[in-house]
């Protein structure tokens, strides 16, 4: 069983739509949290950074953590085309700790 | 601009050659990473360096070689031992975490896509 689990998708949703992105995981230390974006053939790039359990919204974007279900969600209201791309969750232990990511899951909005 | 780069972009191997991947950061980050990305299978850590002369193997380093010279570059070099070279290779880097800056957040490049032909 990997450590983080991630839907890989691919999914597609029409523009406007809220978009739920979820990763679960096995260890209850992460105590770190993250989501990537990565649009194609470039690297990823840190949208949300979360530390312990909650929510955290920058703009349109909304990260959520509960660490009793060992499980993390990324909600994008009212998505656009340029949201398309992959996202993908990563968290550590420590903070000095090694980065796991999860598989990634692949965004497509329609105009 | 403060970034990280990556070269070449795209590069094609023969089976038994030794490839090097280059990458330069000028954001005057002490740690460096490479990762391997495959399809559905998110990014796995192959090396990283804390400080300059010294690196440390992730979890997938059989058959990549790695140096650190210099602060600012983090070559990979993938060598013919390597089974199943054909991937995307990201170079990253970040402070090194510490009570007070918090968790170490990556920066990562743009990429190289290597094929084995």
């Known amino acids: 069983q990997k450590e983080v689990e991630q839907d890989p998708g691919p999914l597609s949703v029409p523009e406007g739509a809220i978009v739920s992105l979820n990763c679960t995981y096995s260890?209850?230390?992460?105590?770190?949290f993250m989501w990537y974006r990565q649009y194609s053939r470039k690297g990823p790039e840190l949208l949300m950074y979360t530390y312990s359990s909650g929510n955290k919204e920058d703009g349109r974007f909304t990260a959520q953590v509960d660490k009793s279900s060992k499980y993390i969600s990324l909600f994008i209201r009212d998505s656009q085309p340029s949201d398309s791309a992959t996202y993908l969750c990563?968290?550590?232990?420590?903070?000095?700790?090694?980065?796991?990511f999860g598989q990634g899951t692949e965004l497509s909005v329609k105009p | 601009d403060g970034g990280i780069t990556q070269s070449p972009k795209y590069l094609f191997r023969k089976e038994g050659q030794n490839v090097t991947l280059s990458c330069e950061q000028n954001?005057?980050?002490?740690?460096m990473y490479w990762y391997r990305q495959d399809p559905g299978q998110g990014l796995r850590l192959i090396y990283y360096?804390?400080?300059?002369?010294?690196?440390q193997k992730g979890d997938i380093a059989e058959g990549y070689s790695v140096s650190r010279e210099k602060k600012e570059s983090f070559p990979l070099t993938v060598t013919s031992a390597q089974k199943n070279p054909t991937a995307f290779y990201l170079c990253?880097?970040?402070?090194?975490?510490?009570?007070?800056?918090?968790?170490?957040?990556?920066?990562f490049g743009a990429g190289s896509r290597l094929t084995v032909l």
């Open positions: 990563a968290m550590k232990y420590n903070q000095g700790g090694k980065l796991i």
């Open positions: 260890n209850s230390a992460f105590q770190y």
């Open positions: 954001l005057n980050h002490d740690a």
């Open positions: 990253a880097s970040s402070m090194v975490a510490t009570p007070r800056s918090g968790a170490n957040v990556l920066t």
């Open positions: 360096s804390q400080i300059v002369n010294d690196f």
